[in-house]
């Protein structure tokens, strides 16, 4: 049986915010929140508030590591 060599699926430009918050760990909350004080931009398309990966991904990268115990 010869398995078909198909293309990469291409990364989404913008995720749901429930999804944001499974990729994340962050609660849907805390995203509001950090959208509401400015760190989380958002889009909405149509009825639907998204977050643009590469803005999720600069709050992530953005966050101070937490202590080591």
Do not use: C, F, Q, Y
Not at 12 to 30: D, F, K, M, Q
């Amino acid at each position: 049986m010869k398995i078909a060599n198909h293309p990469p699926i291409p990364e989404p430009l913008t995720v749901s915010i429930g999804e944001a918050s499974r990729l994340t760990g962050l609660s849907a909350a805390t995203l509001w929140r950090r959208h509401k004080d400015g760190t989380l931009p958002m889009i909405r398309v149509g009825g639907r508030r998204l977050v643009r990966l590469a803005d999720l991904r600069r709050l992530v990268e953005a966050s101070e590591p937490s202590p080591s115990r």
